[in-house]
């Protein structure tokens, strides 16, 4: 098997190393694992292409390179650039340092990635390790993405799951704020939100007297509704969310279309 790995927090990220080693044992002995990621962090980019602007492609070691663009760049110059007519077999983003559980997905660079992958026709995942007390000060934080990320790949692969639309699918992955030992198992659930709590912006003076603005994350952990993403994550469990980029609100359509 030959997969495609980037992620959003950068080419040196520990969470790309810890998903450098789950593409290797998925991709077997015989497999090859190419990594094309920014050069530098760029969480919260989303979807973001470099559409009005060329950027720089470097070869740090075999296999292994940095781009100076979001992470849906680094999928397209991966494809068309650095493999070329080797098209991967599947596309893994990530582990992300931090969830991107509930409304976090629709900002988060390393969905954007794996977003990119499936417009691109290739089966990808987003796989993100949610942050909290009872795993944050561990020696690897990611060591619930580390120990469930295989099996988690590796359930929805068997599955065959059939996409009659013109959207390939995708699928989101958070690992629980917990020890590996403390994972209680995996979990197919809807995206949730966090209600009444949102990002937000605040303004701060700097010595010189400018002005800047700060932009700020709302509490992560707020509750979703049960059997979401979130909730599932705080539970304790893997949660994994299959995604499409139709954006159609379908029951809305049916509705107006419907309308007198």
């Known amino acids: 098997m030959r997969i495609l790995i980037t992620n959003d927090d950068g ?3 520990q969470g790309l190393q810890v998903l450098h080693a ?3 044992r998925l991709a077997g002995a015989d497999g090859e694992v ?3 990621a920014p050069a530098f962090e760029q969480s919260g ?3 973001c292409i470099s559409y009005t602007r060329p950027f720089m492609i470097s070869e740090l070691s075999p296999r292994r390179f940095a781009a100076e663009g979001s992470p849906a760049d680094c999928v397209l110059a991966g494809l068309h650039n650095v493999l070329q007519d080797q098209k991967p077999d599947l596309i893994l ?9 509930a409304e976090n997905t629709l900002y988060s660079g390393t969905l954007g990635a794996a977003m990119e992958g499936a417009l691109q026709g290739i089966p990808s995942f987003a796989l993100s390790q949610y942050y909290g007390p009872d795993n944050k000060d561990l020696d690897n934080p990611f060591e619930a993405a580390a120990a469930f990320g295989v099996e988690a790949i590796s359930k929805v692969l068997q599955a065959s799951t059939h996409n009659p639309s013109a959207y390939q699918l995708f699928y989101n992955i958070n690992f629980p704020p917990v020890p590996a030992a403390a994972v209680k198992g995996l979990r197919y659930t809807a995206q949730g939100l966090r209600q009444n709590t ?5 303004n701060e003076v700097s010595p010189n007297g400018r002005h800047y603005t700060w932009i700020k994350g709302g509490d992560q952990r707020a509750p979703t509704a049960p059997g979401t993403d979130a909730a599932s994550n705080l539970d304790g469990y893997v949660s994994i969310t299959p995604m499409r980029a139709d954006l159609t609100a379908h029951d809305v359509l049916e509705a107006l279309q419907s309308a007198p």
């Open 11 to 13: 080419i040196n990220a």
């Open 22 to 24: 789950i593409a290797t």
């Open 34 to 36: 190419w990594t094309v």
């Open 45 to 47: 980019v989303g979807h």
């Open 93 to 101: 983003s990530g582990v992300n340092r931090g969830n991107n559980s």
């Open 198 to 202: 949102h990002f937000s912006a605040s």
